[in-house]
């Protein structure tokens, strides 16, 4: 009896030895790249996200009445500052917070060019949260595809850095200016 035991046993084990040998890890899933997105731009015309492969960006939710709006100085600021090094800002007027973007596509983009000097590439108004979030802001946000910079957008000027290949690598709130250090040293943390 018991050496039927032993054997049945150390079959047993043999089996799941066996078995535990054959299972491979798995894959990690592929980080999310905002490159598969094609967005209108400010004129309507479609811009393929793809087209800022090996640029390093900084998406931003903008709007043009609100307590933040004086960061536009800022982004044109940055822009400027590091576009020859392959940095790009991408603004995205969004009416989503105190109705604080209420113009046309048109009306945006005078007042930002009239009042700021934007020359950075603008988008057309999207929704960046709600029932009726755009799906790259739905892919920003979420947590299946950004674990790790996940929530819902909190107000205007929210941030996301995108290194070259696409992926969100920083994450900053409206309060964080532009221009600050924090902003400033993680761009070029993703430049180099």
């Not at 996200?49 to 640029?55: A, E, N, V, W």
């Not at 009239?114 to 892919?139: A, C, R, W």
């Amino acid at each position: 009896m018991f050496v039927r035991f032993v054997f049945i046993l150390v079959v047993a084990v043999s089996m799941a030895w066996s078995q535990k040998a054959e299972i491979k890890p798995m894959k990690q899933a592929a980080k999310a790249s905002i490159h598969v997105f094609t967005m209108k731009d400010i004129d309507g015309n479609d811009v393929k996200l793809s087209d800022f492969k090996d640029k390093v960006l900084l998406v931003v939710n903008v709007a043009s009445k609100c307590g933040f709006t004086r960061q536009y100085s800022g982004l044109q600021q940055i822009y400027e500052t590091y576009m020859d090094r392959g940095f790009v800002v991408l603004g995205f007027p969004a009416n989503n917070f105190g109705k604080q973007e209420p113009g046309s596509n048109e009306e945006i983009k005078e007042f930002c060019s009239v009042n700021f000097g934007v020359t950075f590439p603008m988008f057309e108004k999207i929704s960046v949260k709600g029932e009726d979030q755009h799906p790259l802001y739905k892919m920003l946000t979420e947590k299946e595809s950004n674990p790790e910079f996940s929530g819902e957008i909190t107000w205007n000027f929210n941030k996301f850095l995108i290194d070259k290949q696409g992926h969100i690598v920083a994450r900053f709130e409206s309060g964080d200016k532009p221009e600050s250090e924090k902003v400033t040293s993680a761009i070029e943390k993703s430049l180099n």
